[in-house]
């Protein structure tokens, strides 16, 4: 087996040989001409000349080998419904949606935007853009009007898709009356709508403008639409960063690179086989659902589960219940979800056949050691391997590339840099790389960023240029804005965001470890930790618990106790000089419906402040008794 360190050590030095090998794992009609035209940086072009098609490479060229294979397994805990789709069933789908798009006038470099809930179809339209070349651009279906507005004024698209409704926890949350008001809010206009009618919600349709879905698709019965093969530079989808403030960072993404990366990513990373099953828990409207539920396990010949409900409904064990019936091998999730699972009836991990599961992935925020080892030991010691990335990478950044060489993983950290990534720890004040074991720097990465990453900011690359590339004007480095310290070992550890970091009385200290610390109390499921404005130390940590038994909530000497004994615990780990001004304890922390904290919002609300856009908050009353609790002190 390769020795990993030699394996990234040639991505970086022999750039071009590496990756023109990669290039073999997708099918090219062209083959490129030039790996890596790196000729105007930060911008590269990777594979250029070459030309080949997404979907071609997701679907159809998996007909010859396993076209009766399961490729799209949906299964909604909201509607009961549950079906698999092969790869033959796939592409007939993905054609009658090709074709639809085409009678509404979408053409190769047209945008179609997508706003849908976690349904067969929203898979499909995704499929049937990049397969005529047109782009897609996903706004997660919670979003509310005013958010949807402005994503449709930057990707101009010709044609919007999506449905009466989506569903969550058992109830209908309907879509069209939203899409309605945020076209009416939009300067410019699509020239028609798809809609896809679940009968979840009643839906007016405007004339000239509104199209169902089912008569079309029955019009297309037997669709033949060919793939547009694309320069691998082509743009196949713009994706909107989320916690933007003002004008939406539409990410954009080009075609060979990204399929090439995902491709290499399921080989070496995911450790996914053609024939097996992945399940990743995310949502098609954020970027790990773009990569890790449609086109990289689709690429690599998996099955992929798409699921529409909740990780506690029916009940704690539905996803461990999915993993027996599918024989699911690789599982990606989030750590929050974890940390939900973490209050359930801890028999649920043991209820369900779970030998076919190699591994569990986790992504998406910091993962902190208490959850890790929780889950490790409730899956009776399969590997839990975290990995770092973005929504502008599209792939992951540090991870332990199992394929490659078994490694070790270390809770707390999501591993080493990935193949193509030269990673550099830099100092913010000084520019200089960080040598050290264990010394704080900035997570960067040396251009030319490797395939599979943004090529831009959608129709800005002023603003690509400053938000990525200007940390250090004499480098050509691409920032993270991220913090991390790597120890002896040369595993990386992710401390927060550089706007995260609280400085209290000059000493710098990243929200994540003191999380961390707080997290490890035996009685505390999740915590947030927040800088807060403060007159005598210019900031001070604020930190906001959910307890695992909630019985001392209310309770005002059991809550002061159990502060102490936090507190303690944070002096004991990290110092005095890390000790939160209070720890307060509530029944839930702020969160967006795809399970982020909404870290800045309590932020604001704990300086006074307007927290800013909320409409994907899944639970205002989090936010608003936080509020008032700080009112009060």
Request: aromatic share 8%.
């Amino acid at each position: 087996m390769t020795r990993y360190a030699d394996f990234h050590r040639r991505s970086i030095e022999d750039r071009d040989a590496f990756w023109a090998e990669q290039a073999q794992l997708i099918d090219w009609q062209t083959p490129p001409q030039t790996i890596c035209d790196f000729s105007k940086p930060p911008f590269v072009k990777w594979f250029a000349g070459g030309m080949t098609n997404l979907c071609h490479n997701a679907v159809d060229r998996h007909l010859k080998d396993r076209a009766d294979q399961a490729a799209l397994i949906f299964v909604s805990t909201e509607t009961d419904q549950e079906k698999t789709y092969t790869f033959r069933e796939l592409h007939t789908e993905v054609q009658r949606m090709a074709a639809t798009l085409k009678e509404l006038g979408v053409q190769k470099g047209d945008r179609v935007l997508i706003y849908m809930p976690m349904i067969p179809e929203a898979a499909f339209a995704m499929l049937a853009c990049t397969r005529i070349g047109a782009l897609h651009s996903v706004v997660f279906g919670g979003f509310a009007s005013g958010s949807l507005a402005t994503r449709i004024d930057d990707a101009e698209p010709k044609v919007i898709v999506s449905a009466d409704a989506g569903s969550r926890g058992g109830k209908a949350v309907p879509y069209k009356h939203l899409l309605d008001e945020a076209i009416k809010l939009s300067s410019h206009q699509p020239e028609a709508v798809l809609l896809v009618d679940r009968g979840l919600a009643p839906m007016e349709l405007v004339a000239g403008r509104d199209h169902l879905w089912a008569p079309l698709r029955e019009k297309h019965l037997n669709a033949q639409v060919p793939c547009e093969w694309v320069e691998s530079t082509h743009p196949s989808y713009t994706l909107y960063t989320s916690g933007t403030t003002g004008k939406p960072k539409g990410v954009q993404r080009d075609t060979g690179g990204y399929a090439v990366a995902l491709a290499a990513s399921m080989k070496y990373i995911y450790c996914g086989n053609p024939g097996e099953t992945f399940f990743s828990t995310s949502d098609i409207g954020w970027v790990v659902g773009h990569s890790y539920i449609i086109y990289g396990p689709l690429i690599g010949g998996m099955a992929t589960i798409m699921y529409e409900g909740t990780p506690v409904r029916p009940d704690g064990g539905i996803w461990w219940k999915l993993v027996e019936k599918y024989k699911v091998t690789v599982m990606f999730s989030a750590p929050t979800a974890i940390r939900v699972l973490k209050k359930q009836d801890p028999a649920y991990l043991t209820k369900y056949d779970l030998s076919s599961l190699r591994t569990l992935f986790l992504a998406g925020e910091p993962l902190d050691e208490p959850t890790a080892q929780w889950i490790s030991e409730g899956l009776k010691g399969k590997p839990i391997v975290d990995n770092y990335w973005q929504t502008e990478t599209g792939w992951p950044i540090l991870a332990i590339c199992n394929g490659v060489e078994k490694m070790p993983s270390k809770f707390g950290s999501p591993g080493k840099p990935v193949y193509g990534y030269n990673v550099k720890l830099i100092n913010d004040q000084t520019g200089e790389e960080v040598l050290g074991a264990d010394e704080k720097g900035v997570l960067m990465v040396e251009g030319p960023l490797p395939p599979g990453c943004l090529q831009t900011v959608w129709r800005d690359d002023a603003r690509y240029l400053n938000t990525y590339w200007s940390a250090v004007p004499t480098k050509m480095l691409y920032t993270s804005s991220d913090w991390a310290v790597r120890d002896k070992d040369g595993y990386y550890f992710i401390l927060g965001r550089t706007d995260d970091v609280i400085n209290v009385a000059g000493h710098r200290l990243g929200t994540r470890e003191i999380e961390e610390c707080i997290a490890s109390h035996p009685n505390v499921a999740e915590v947030a930790v927040v800088g807060v404005a403060d007159q005598l130390k210019g900031q001070v940590a604020m930190a906001f618990a959910v307890l695992k038994d909630a019985s001392a909530l209310g309770d005002e000497q059991a809550e002061a106790a159990l502060e102490a004994e936090v507190m303690k615990i944070v002096d004991k780990t990290l110092g005095a000089v890390a000790r939160p001004a209070r720890v307060r304890f509530v029944p839930n922390l702020p969160k967006t419906r795809s399970g982020k904290l909404l870290r800045r919002a309590v932020q604001a609300v704990c300086e006074g402040r307007d927290p800013g856009d909320l409409t994907t908050m899944e639970d205002p009353m989090a936010l608003q008794l936080i509020a008032e609790m700080v009112a009060e002190r």
